[in-house]
């Protein structure tokens, strides 16, 4: 079961982070992504973590501006969020899955396990 948290209202420029806990299964054997979806729009990758010590991927729309990372102790996956854009505002979604293929970090399709979303909103 997947926990997504720390959303919440940050004025353009700002910074925020948000957390994905995970509980029933061990973080690090999956690949963990983070998603977003804006009102009335589809939803998009964001970031995502390889299990273990693999590579981190971002959109080119966040890349320079959000850090991924894992704490493995904490079994909790972070997307650090600066510099932030109204654009961002969204609700963002974290998802774990196992075994994926490079070719398909980026589509939802590929995750098996999704929390319940954490609202973000950039005022401008």
């Known amino acids: 079961q997947l926990q997504a948290s720390g959303g919440g209202l940050v004025q353009a420029g700002g910074s925020l982070r948000v957390s994905c806990a995970q509980s029933?299964?061990?973080?690090?054997?999956?690949?963990v992504g983070w998603f977003r979806q804006a009102t009335g729009k589809e939803r998009e990758f964001v970031a995502a973590i390889r299990r273990g010590g693999g590579g981190t991927y971002y959109a080119d729309s966040v890349k320079g501006r959000f850090t991924i990372s894992r704490d493995s102790a904490k079994n909790t996956v972070y997307l650090q969020m600066n510099s932030l854009k109204p654009e961002d505002t969204a609700v963002y979604y974290c998802a774990a899955g196992n075994s994926l293929i490079l070719s398909s970090i980026g589509s939802a399709s590929a995750y098996s396990y999704w929390g319940q979303g954490t609202l973000v909103t950039v005022s401008s």
């Open positions: 029933g299964v061990t973080f690090s054997t999956y690949t």
